[in-house]
């Protein structure tokens, strides 16, 4: 019904930059919040960032100042722009998008997708 795809992971330096980027497809009327949320090996997965629909947002502790969400609503398409990036960083970083309403389904669907690696190391 919502497929949500990734990309923009890799290797990166401390001090580098990446963008990721999810695009959701299917038969979306609207979505709510999108987030990004991040998964390191033996970790619990943790929130990131997140956005709702009329562009407020919300960041991990960890995180602000140096990663910045934004979203593109006529594309269902959500961005995190990672700068400054540190080893601690390094995880597998999933798309979300919750609310998701559509023209096939009723009620609302929360969707995710299948996650990207971001690496930092030198």
């Known amino acids: 019904q919502v497929q949500l795809v990734e990309s923009g992971g890799g290797l990166v330096q401390p001090g580098g930059s990446l963008r990721l980027s999810c695009a959701a497809s299917?038969?979306?009327?609207?979505?709510?919040?999108m987030g990004w949320y991040r998964q390191a090996p033996g970790k619990q997965r943790e929130l990131v960032a997140s956005?709702?629909?009329?562009?407020?947002?919300n960041y991990a502790d960890s995180v602000k100042g140096r990663f910045t969400i934004s979203r593109d609503n006529a594309k269902n398409t959500v961005y995190l722009q990672m700068n400054s990036l540190k080893p601690e960083d390094t995880a597998v970083y999933y798309c979300?998008?919750?609310?998701?309403?559509?023209?096939?389904?009723?009620?609302?669907?929360?969707?995710w997708g299948q996650g990207t690696l971001v690496t930092v190391s030198s």
């Open positions: 299917g038969s979306i009327s609207s979505i709510n919040a």
């Open positions: 956005i709702a629909s009329e562009g407020s947002t």
């Open positions: 979300n998008a919750d609310e998701v309403a559509g023209t096939a389904w009723p009620g609302y669907l929360e969707v």
